[in-house]
């Protein structure tokens, strides 16, 4: 097993999807919706803009300290910090369960993973000091992951929602689904 970094962010797309797909979010859900308020340093109004899209595009106008740099939809930045981790929070909270769990019950289980695992990551962490969460898998694992985004979405997530991933998912970086 290896934590896998930024390719964890397809992980937890995938994830959030599956909470779409189920009726337990909306991708255009206020955040505050899921969290309440005060998950990030922003004032309310900037808290109650950004949604979980935002989060997902990396357009939250938020940046790694969770403070405003740009309206919600107005700046694309690359995050590596806590806020597009806090798209994972939000498919927790939506679930009203642990991400393991709705990893393990999600994925794992119907796509035979054996491998996967969310582990603490040491020096980064959210707002209240928690660690990040860190997935740790195989490539194996990643291969069966990818195998379900080939299959259409294999009957875990909609096509439909599946293609919304795949899409760009905003026009400031044509390039990021």
Known sequence: RHDVASAQKSVAALLAAVAAD?????????????????????PVEHERAVTVRHLMSMTSGLDDLLEPVAAPGEVWRYGLGPTWHLVKRVVTAAAGLD???????????????????????????????????????????????????????????????????????????????
């Open 99 to 177: 991400l393991q769990e709705v990893t393990d019950t999600w994925l794992g289980r119907p796509l035979g993973l054996t491998d996967t695992v969310w582990v603490d990551r040491p020096g980064m962490s959210y707002l209240d000091g928690r660690p990040f969460e860190a997935l740790s898998t195989t490539g194996r694992d990643l291969a069966a992951i990818g195998g379900l985004v080939l299959a259409g979405g294999a009957g875990i997530v909609s096509g439909e929602r599946l293609a919304e991933l795949l899409r760009p998912s905003q026009e400031l970086n044509p390039a990021y689904g």
């Open 22 to 42: 189920r009726g337990l979010l909306d991708f255009d859900d206020p955040v505050t919706t899921h969290l309440g308020p005060g998950w990030s340093r922003a």
